[in-house]
């Protein structure tokens, strides 16, 4: 087995503030927990931006702005930026800091999908921000749209344009296939680095047979021309990347996947996720891979390529 990359999605578009009070929302904020996740063993870091007033998911690049050079100042972990952004923004809007900041990696959803999340409203006792309800509750009516042109555009302006290479988010089988279509007309271009989605409403169901399923798929369709990783929500996060440890795939932890550290026991910060994922990999004889790794098994242009 190769070692094991650890992405951690420090923030997200997924909860509210009022859902944690250890979710970071402040460009300050982000950063202290983005370097220090990436000293708990974090190879990779996924990044959104927010509002600094009421944390809403922004696009601003000059929001982004304000933490990804303190984090490339401080440590050498592969940045990783969305481009799905937040539920409602426009492709521009969602394109427009990753085109600004040039990074190594960009997340990118392999299809356009029902997404639900609107059950967790109703864990909420009280809402902090007027924003939050309306926001939650109104994705049983929401599309993620990502169309094929839409993939083809983000590979062409980001990819071709300026050498980022992507973390394809397959929240489903069918986002598998999506993704071999696209390599079979050379759209994309190994190694994929494949990141087989669990437990979002709308995409397939947290199962362990569904993750050998998937891995199945990805196996039959990409060979050797792929790095395969697993990430599943709230509760399932644990349980399913340690699975994908066992059998030879990379993990992503952080608070835009789970809020959790345990059964009913609220994570304090992206760092003890990983913390708790590396101390798991390491006692079943796993080796972590540092960043400068990651960047040879994803070939990645390195982080003296950038825009920030």
Not at 11 to 30: E, F, K, N, R
Not at 73 to 81: L, P
Not at 230 to 240: D, E, K, N, S, T
Request: contains cysteine; hydrophobic residues 40%.
């Amino acid at each position: 087995m190769s070692k094991v990359i650890i992405t951690c999605a420090v923030t997200g578009a997924i909860h509210t503030p009022s859902m944690s009070d250890h979710l970071p929302i402040t460009p300050q904020q982000i950063a202290e927990q983005s370097i220090a996740a990436a000293e708990a063993g974090a190879s990779i870091i996924h990044l959104h931006a927010r509002d600094p007033i009421d944390g809403r998911p922004t696009p601003d690049p000059a929001v982004f702005m304000q933490f990804l050079p303190v984090i490339k100042q401080s440590t050498d972990a592969v940045i990783n930026i969305t481009t799905g952004g937040g539920l409602g923004m426009t492709l521009d809007e969602r394109l427009a800091a990753p085109l600004l900041a040039k990074p190594e990696m960009c997340s990118l959803n392999m299809g356009s999908m029902n997404f639900n999340i609107a059950p967790s409203a109703a864990r909420v006792k009280q809402f902090k921000h007027e924003w939050e309800r309306p926001y939650l509750e109104g994705t049983t009516n929401y599309i993620f749209r990502n169309t094929f042109q839409d993939i083809e555009q983000i590979v062409e302006r980001l990819g071709k344009g300026h050498g980022t290479r992507f973390e394809f988010e397959c929240y489903d089988v069918g986002h598998l296939y999506n993704l071999a279509h696209m390599l079979d007309r050379k759209v994309v271009e190994p190694p994929l680095f494949t990141q087989t989605i669990f437990g979002i409403l709308g995409g397939i169901g947290a199962e362990p047979r569904n993750l050998m399923f998937m891995k199945e798929t990805a196996d039959r369709l990409f060979g050797r021309d792929y790095v395969w990783s697993v990430l599943a929500a709230g509760r399932h996060q644990m349980p399913f990347v340690t699975m994908a440890g066992m059998l030879g795939g990379n993990v992503r932890v952080g608070l835009e996947d789970s809020l959790w550290i345990g059964k009913g026991q609220a994570a304090t910060s992206n760092a003890q996720q990983v913390s708790k994922i590396r101390r798991i990999l390491e006692e079943l004889s796993l080796e972590v891979a540092t960043p400068a790794e990651a960047r040879q098994m994803l070939a990645l242009k390195g982080g003296d390529q950038v825009g920030f």
